[in-house]
């Protein structure tokens, strides 16, 4: 047996079968959004460069835009879970690695532009339901999250976003650990590199979960056909 099916093999075994996935739904399935904000997002957003060549590769602000637009309708629950800090940085004790870079450039400030959600999520702004309190990698840290998943009985969760290798990694695998099914849509998440991003593609997210493109994802809600005009 090669590697790479060694590897599906024990995830599999790990999240007990495939039948959890199979039986996703509009009615048990959220899809959080992560960093969809200016700062990464918009060209003059200050952490722009980190996630740019990404981004472009996977096309993932307009993959997930295409994707919400055919959710909107259904029982899906759309989450977004913005990190954002005060002028000063005082959530922010000895912090290492993006989250000292975050603090030295003055990105994602809870009154600045950086922090805010990027234009073409606006128009679907009454539907998403923001979760505020992240300030670090793990969306699950200081939110309200597994309170809002628990209470619309919701059992898998799909994750688009930023930064791949990051904050989707990081709430990932704390999803995973709270018994959810998780799946990560490959062409709605943007990482600091192409490589890093088809790495973890690749190697790292198939030993918690399920990769989908956002397309297979409505084939697995059963909302893949789209209505054509007379």
Do not use: W
């Not at 309190?133 to 809002?148: D, E, S």
């Amino acid at each position: 047996m090669k590697l790479q099916e060694i590897i599906t093999y024990n995830a599999v075994q790990a999240s007990g079968s495939t039948d959890a996935f199979e039986s996703m739904n509009p009615n048990n399935t959220a899809l959080l959004l992560i960093g969809f904000q200016n700062d990464y997002y918009a060209p003059d957003g200050i952490l722009n460069g980190v996630v740019e060549a990404s981004a472009k590769a996977s096309n993932t602000v307009s993959n997930t835009i295409e994707l919400i637009q055919r959710l909107v309708e259904t029982p899906v629950l759309i989450i977004s879970a913005p990190i954002f800090f005060t002028k000063n940085y005082e959530e922010l004790v000895d912090p290492v690695g993006i989250l000292n870079t975050i603090k030295e450039v003055g990105a994602f400030q809870a009154c600045g532009k950086g922090s805010k959600t990027i234009e073409e999520l606006r128009p679907f702004q009454d539907r998403i339901l923001e979760v505020p309190g992240k300030r670090g990698l793990n969306a699950f840290v200081n939110t309200n999250l597994a309170g809002v998943l628990h209470q619309r009985s919701i059992q898998h969760l799909v994750l688009a976003g930023a930064v791949t290798s990051i904050c989707i990694d990081s709430t990932g695998r704390s999803a995973y650990e709270q018994g959810y099914q998780v799946s990560v849509l490959s062409d709605c998440i943007s990482a600091r590199t192409v490589f890093e991003q088809e790495f973890y593609i690749e190697n790292v997210f198939p030993l918690y979960a399920k990769t989908l493109k956002s397309v297979e994802l409505l084939e697995q809600l059963d909302l893949g056909r789209c209505d054509q005009p007379a």
